[in-house]
């Protein structure tokens, strides 16, 4: 999990989407997370005087209420926040800086910037980017789609035909997010993003064929840059001794990752069998379950009412 990022990597990878303007200071200056527990709405706020080691917004209203005190008044806080280590101040509302913001910036080397755009959407921007840098991260083997719009995570033994499938999938219009290795970040208490390394990016290896170029070979349309993974398919090869799948599985399957629970769906490999439409069977019926629609629980209640009803209206009497 990475717990540091510079101040420099936050101004170069935001600074076209907030419009941010260096005024002065250190940008080698790092961003962290005091402790385990903190998440990223602890690192940026407005401005905030009882934590002055977060990224401080300055919007228009705390301006105006500056304007109403001296300029020694106003000086001491901003001295204070360089004091704790802030990572950096950022102007927003296109709010004038004073000069005397600037010099004391200077004489502390403090990270001074200043953007037009509005303190609210500033540091809701800065928290959903710092969200996915300081995300918990773990990595999964299996080959991540985009099928019909769900991220699903193919996994299973080496072999099994993982790729196989992906390409199959690929064929059929869905598109390829992650081939062998996918890094899986948590960036909510219920929500998991995937993504594929930068070096395995677009690429898929075929037992046979090689490494092929996705986005080369099928076009633009077949490769995502990331997913939120709602799904995972098993590939099991019947194996002697292993117990094979249920064919009704009565209990919902699911895999705990970082916390999160996906749903799980196990699928034989065989011989004659059709694995993209049944993959693609498994997202529409997990696409059902997220509109509350359960075919299972529909046919279990349909069953309970037939046990339940007379014999008379069973034989229509």
């Given at each position: 999990?990475?717990?540091?990022?510079?101040?420099?990597?936050?101004?170069d990878?935001?600074?076209?989407?907030?419009?941010?303007?260096?005024?002065?200071g250190?940008?080698?200056?790092?961003?962290?997370?005091?402790?385990?527990?903190?998440?990223?709405?602890?690192?940026?706020?407005?401005?905030?005087?009882?934590?002055?080691?977060?990224?401080?917004?300055?919007?228009?209203?705390?301006?105006?209420?500056?304007?109403k005190?001296?300029?020694?008044?106003?000086r001491?806080?901003?001295?204070?926040?360089?004091?704790?280590?802030?990572?950096?101040?950022?102007?927003?509302?296109?709010?004038?800086?004073?000069?005397?913001?600037?010099?004391?910036?200077?004489?502390?080397?403090?990270?001074?910037?200043?953007?037009?755009?509005?303190?609210?959407?500033?540091?809701?921007?800065?928290?959903?980017?710092?969200?996915?840098?300081?995300?918990?991260?773990v990595?999964?083997?299996g080959?991540?789609?985009?099928v019909?719009?769900?991220?699903?995570?193919?996994?299973?033994?080496?072999g099994?035909?993982?790729?196989?499938?992906?390409?199959?999938?690929?064929?059929?219009?869905?598109?390829?997010?992650a081939?062998?290795?996918?890094?899986?970040?948590?960036?909510?208490?219920?929500?998991?993003?995937?993504?594929?390394?930068?070096?395995?990016?677009?690429?898929?290896?075929?037992?046979?064929?090689?490494?092929?170029?996705?986005?080369?070979?099928?076009?633009?349309?077949?490769?995502?840059?990331?997913?939120?993974?709602?799904?995972?398919?098993?590939?099991?090869?019947?194996?002697?001794?292993?117990?094979?799948?249920?064919?009704?599985?009565?209990?919902?399957?699911?895999?705990m990752?970082?916390?999160?629970?996906?749903?799980?769906?196990?699928?034989?490999?065989?011989?004659?069998?059709?694995?993209?439409?049944?993959?693609?069977?498994a997202?529409?019926?997990?696409?059902?379950?997220?509109?509350?629609?359960?075919?299972?629980?529909?046919?279990?209640?349909?069953?309970?009412?037939?046990l339940?009803?007379?014999?008379?209206?069973?034989?229509?009497?």
């Open positions: 999990m990475r717990r540091q990022l510079t101040i420099a990597e936050l101004f990878e935001r600074r076209d989407k907030l419009a941010l303007t260096h005024i002065c250190d940008l080698n200056r790092s961003i962290t997370l005091g402790h385990e527990s903190s998440s990223p709405a602890d690192i940026v706020g407005h401005l905030n005087l009882i934590h002055p080691d977060r990224l401080q917004v300055i919007g228009a209203p705390e301006w105006a209420w500056a304007e005190h001296p300029t020694e008044r106003l001491r806080p901003i001295e204070g926040i360089i004091a704790a280590n802030s990572p950096g101040i950022i102007v927003a509302d296109g709010s004038p800086l004073p000069e005397s913001l600037i010099a004391t910036c200077k004489a502390g080397n403090m990270p001074l910037f200043s953007t037009p755009v509005q303190s609210a959407v500033v540091i809701d921007s800065l928290r959903s980017y710092l969200s996915r840098k300081f995300a918990e991260t990595t999964l083997h080959v991540f789609m985009d019909l719009g769900i991220g699903v995570l193919v996994t299973g033994d080496s099994v035909g993982k790729s196989e499938l992906g390409l199959e999938l690929i064929s059929r219009g869905h598109g390829l997010v081939d062998d290795v996918v890094e899986v970040s948590c960036i909510s208490p219920d929500a998991l993003e995937g993504r594929c390394p930068e070096l395995l990016r677009n690429f898929i290896e075929v037992r046979g064929l090689g490494l092929l170029n996705v986005r080369t070979v099928f076009g633009e349309t077949a490769c995502r840059r990331k997913m939120r993974l709602r799904l995972i398919t098993h590939l099991q090869r019947p194996l002697a001794g292993v117990p094979q799948s249920a064919r009704l599985p009565l209990d919902a399957q699911e895999e990752i970082l916390g999160v629970p996906i749903r799980k769906v196990t699928i034989p490999v065989a011989a004659g069998r059709n694995l993209a439409v049944l993959v693609e069977t997202v529409r019926s997990t696409i059902l379950k997220l509109r509350g629609i359960d075919c299972m629980q529909e046919f279990l209640d349909r069953q309970q009412e037939a339940n009803a007379d014999p008379g209206e069973l034989s229509g009497t």
